[in-house]
Each structure stands twice: as C-alpha cells, then as structure tokens.
C-alpha cells in the first residue's frame, strides 16, 4: 500500500496548483515480476520505468536516473498519476512472487495479455486463488468448542381454513456488495412474516406482511414457542447495522462488529432449536435491510431447511507437483459434502447439492474460517515453494485443532 505522504515524502517533484501538467502512462509487458511502463511529461520525449513489487516494498526505477537513493521526476510522476486523487492506493495488481520461470521470464499461472486497450495481468481461472505470502489467513483456534444440540418437541399447528393466516420465517442473508468495512456490514437475520396457502396447504397463496413489534397484533394464532422465536428475530433486527444507524444516539446500540458478530451467533443458537420444528422457513438473499418492509414478494424467497446437525469442518491437502490444494469440505452424520462454489452466508454450511439445506456452524471461530474460504471457492492454492515459509504453520494449527487429510 502506497500512501500519499510517503510519495511526496520521498520527492520534492509536484504537479503545478495552478496549471495542467500533462502525464501519458502506457503500461507495456510484465516479465519476471516487473511492470514495463512507458511515460511522457508535456511534450518531451517518452522515457520508461520499471516497477517491481515484494512483500515488503515496492521498487521502481527508471530510463533516467532514478537509484536506491534517487527517486526521479519520471518515476514520481508515474507513482502520482497511478495514486490519482487518493490518499492511498494497493499495488497488489502487480504483486505475483515467484510466479513467473525466471529462466523463460514467463509465467504458467497467469494470462497476461498487452493490447491497443492496455495491458491485463490476471491469474488462470484455475489458479484464480493463488496464495501470494504476506496476504492475511483466518485465525485458527487452538481449542474449538462446538455448540451443544438442544431439541425440542414440536408445537405444529395446521389451519383448516386456506385463507387463515399461516406464520412463516425467512433467512434474510445480505450480500454486503458495497461495504468497504467491517463495521458497515449486516450479519444474517431472521424475520417473521405471514402468508395464506394454496388448497395443497404447502405453497403460499399471498404473501401478507412481514411482523415486527409494531405489527405483532396482527399475528396469526401463535404457539409459546413461535412467540419466543419472535422476540429473538426482534432481538437479531435490533442488533443489525441499519437499526444501529437508525438509533446512533442510544448507547445500547453502539456495539462493534464483533460484539455483533458474536451476539447474533448466540441469537442464531437460541433459534435453532425452534426453527427445525418451524412448517415454513424460507430464504432471501437481500441488498439491504431498509428494503425489508411492507410484504415480502413471491420471486425474492425460496423454501429452505434448517438442520440442527452440527457440521465438523475437513481439511484436504491436495499434491499437485509445484503446488497444493488446501481444500475446505464438511461433514455431517458420517457424510463428506462439498460446499456450492458460491456459499457466503456468515454463521452457516450448506452442501453443494442441496444448497437450501442449511447447517449452523459448530462456532464462531468454524464461521470466520468459512467465510474466509468462501472468498477463494473453498479451495487454496499454494506453490511449494510458498508451502514451508508462509503456510507450514498455519496447515499445522489446522491439525491441531480441526484435522487435515493429506492426499
């Protein structure tokens, strides 16, 4: 990461404050790690420099007289017209260690293309994931205490009557697209909400609305069980980012991420037991909880299932010759389950095949290494010669605490 103040600390090279300098950038090859780039200040003739970046620096250098002491006004400028107008910026684009032959200057795992639309440096969709040393990985704890079943008998009610009001709950799961920081981001909630059938009595009919404190007069017929499991859904609105915002000027609504984090985990255990007994429980994928109002709508939700199984995560350490998978799975009941390929709902598993199937996790601790994974497909790979320096240890917390298979 480069910052601003570091640049224009290591120069006294500025653009004028009152007139337009003029800065042609073309970015040319990437051979062995280093970015060829051409640049022209104004008029004068183009010049080149050549940028490498490491884990812990960023070296550049140039067709003029830029050294380990000296940084030129080409390179400068190069630097300035890649930060913009930002105060910082990553430079992890051009960051491939040790992905390239040194001998050939070429690289197996990335498809680097220069053109008349400039030039793409990414990894091959099979090594999408690389494992590049000094990115951050999950904290592995070193005892994990998994959460404790609890079953409840059921209290199942059915209407006789098609148009009476039936209660259903819905997995609102936000997909957080535009959130830079953790604090801003929502967790998975559940939310009640009433609907009528169709004469099958296993399809709705109309959706009605969905039920909170101020429309709880207008519930259907509830059990005590459901009555507890609508304060808990109360409990897990209240404990979202949205209602914080809402309410910044109540101190019990100041919580941190991580206060939230593990408050709704706990509100999710509270659940379980009542939510695997529920009739109707459906899913919705969701942009942001202030579009969560009125009724919900027929092609938003799908019917889901909640299993109270404990899923034990599994770990599989894949030889490929150069490189390795460490691979993500889980089991339940004795059964190994792939998860889908695309899986980010925080809290929870579910298996490729049946992905409205829905597992929460043993503890918070399997969330954050599931989400982690959930990012790189549930697979990672590294290069063997990565393996010993940068992830031996974090593989041997893995078998200490969980364990790994090594194929």
Same mark, same amino acid.
């Given at each position: 990461?480069?910052?601003?103040?570091?640049?224009?600390?290591?120069?006294?090279?500025?653009?004028?404050?009152?007139?337009?300098? /003029?800065?042609?950038?073309?970015?040319?090859?990437?051979?062995?790690?280093?970015?060829?780039?051409? =640049? %022209?200040?104004?008029?004068?003739?183009?010049?080149?420099?050549?940028?490498?970046?490491?884990?812990?620096?960023?070296?550049?250098?140039?067709?003029?007289?830029?050294?380990?002491?000296?940084?030129?006004?080409?390179? !400068?400028?190069?630097?300035?017209?890649?930060?913009?107008?930002?105060?910082?910026?990553?430079?992890?684009?051009?960051?491939?260690?040790?992905?390239?032959?040194?001998?050939?200057?070429? /690289?197996? !795992?990335?498809?680097?293309?220069?053109?008349?639309?400039?030039?793409?440096?990414?990894?091959?969709?099979?090594?999408?994931?690389?494992?590049?040393? #000094?990115? /951050?990985?999950?904290?592995?704890?070193?005892?994990?205490?998994?959460?404790?079943?609890?079953?409840?008998?059921?209290?199942? %009610?059915?209407?006789?009557?098609?148009?009476?009001?039936?209660?259903?709950?819905?997995?609102?799961?936000?997909?957080?697209?535009?959130?830079?920081?953790?604090?801003?981001?929502?967790?998975?909630?559940?939310?009640?909400?009433?609907?009528?059938?169709?004469?099958?009595?296993? @399809?709705?009919?109309?959706? &009605?609305?969905?039920?909170?404190?101020?429309?709880?007069?207008?519930?259907?017929?509830?059990?005590?069980?459901?009555? @507890?499991? @609508?304060?808990?859904?109360?409990?897990?609105?209240?404990?979202?980012?949205?209602?914080?915002?809402k309410n910044h000027k109540d101190d019990n609504h100041s919580r941190t991420f991580s206060e939230r984090?593990?408050?709704?985990f706990d509100l999710w255990k509270s659940a379980l037991p009542q939510l695997v007994n529920e009739r109707?429980?459906?899913?919705?994928?969701?942009? #942001?909880?202030?579009?969560?109002?009125?009724?919900?709508?027929?092609?938003?939700?799908?019917?889901?299932?909640?299993? /109270?199984?404990?899923?034990?995560?599994?770990?599989?350490?894949?030889?490929?010759?150069?490189?390795?998978?460490?691979?993500?799975?889980?089991?339940?009941?004795?059964? &190994?389950?792939?998860?889908?390929? =695309?899986?980010?709902?925080?809290?929870?598993?579910?298996?490729?095949?049946?992905?409205?199937?829905?597992?929460?996790?043993?503890?918070?601790?399997?969330?954050?290494?599931?989400?982690?994974?959930?990012?790189?497909?549930?697979?990672?790979?590294?290069?063997?010669?990565?393996?010993?320096?940068?992830?031996?240890?974090?593989?041997?917390?893995?078998?200490?605490?969980?364990?790994i298979t090594q194929r």
């Amino acid at each position: 990461m480069l910052e601003r103040k570091t640049l224009d600390s290591l120069s006294e090279f500025r653009s004028p404050k009152r007139s337009y300098l /003029s800065v042609s950038v073309k970015n040319l090859g990437f051979v062995n790690e280093i970015l060829i780039a051409s =640049i %022209s200040i104004e008029k004068e003739d183009i010049e080149m420099v050549y940028l490498k970046v490491t884990q812990d620096h960023l070296l550049i250098s140039c067709s003029v007289d830029t050294d380990e002491f000296y940084l030129s006004r080409y390179a !400068y400028f190069f630097l300035n017209k890649y930060l913009w107008f930002y105060h910082e910026k990553s430079f992890e684009d051009y960051y491939y260690p040790d992905f390239f032959d040194a001998y050939k200057g070429t /690289s197996k !795992y990335l498809k680097i293309v220069s053109n008349s639309k400039g030039l793409s440096i990414k990894l091959k969709e099979s090594f999408r994931n690389l494992f590049k040393p #000094g990115v /951050s990985l999950p904290i592995i704890p070193l005892k994990n205490e998994a959460r404790i079943n609890i079953f409840l008998e059921p209290q199942l %009610s059915d209407s006789s009557e098609n148009d009476t009001p039936v209660i259903a709950y819905c997995i609102l799961d936000p997909l957080n697209l535009h959130e830079k920081y953790n604090e801003e981001k929502e967790l998975p909630l559940l939310i009640p909400f009433t609907a009528t059938l169709n004469n099958d009595k296993i @399809n709705f009919k109309s959706l &009605l609305t969905y039920l909170n404190s101020k429309t709880i007069s207008d519930d259907p017929e509830l059990n005590s069980a459901q009555l @507890n499991l @609508n304060d808990i859904c109360e409990e897990m609105w209240e404990n979202s980012y949205y209602f914080k915002m809402k309410n910044h000027k109540d101190d019990n609504h100041s919580r941190t991420f991580s206060e939230r984090k593990k408050l709704q985990f706990d509100l999710w255990k509270s659940a379980l037991p009542q939510l695997v007994n529920e009739r109707f429980m459906c899913y919705q994928w969701i942009y #942001g909880l202030r579009y969560i109002k009125g009724k919900p709508t027929k092609k938003d939700i799908r019917f889901c299932q909640v299993a /109270s199984d404990i899923p034990q995560l599994k770990f599989f350490l894949i030889d490929k010759g150069e490189y390795y998978f460490l691979d993500l799975k889980f089991m339940v009941n004795g059964r &190994l389950f792939n998860f889908p390929p =695309i899986f980010n709902m925080f809290f929870f598993a579910a298996a490729e095949k049946e992905p409205m199937k829905f597992y929460l996790l043993g503890s918070l601790a399997d969330a954050e290494i599931v989400s982690y994974f959930s990012k790189i497909s549930f697979r990672l790979p590294v290069l063997k010669k990565h393996y010993d320096t940068h992830l031996k240890t974090f593989v041997l917390q893995i078998e200490q605490t969980y364990s790994i298979t090594q194929r």
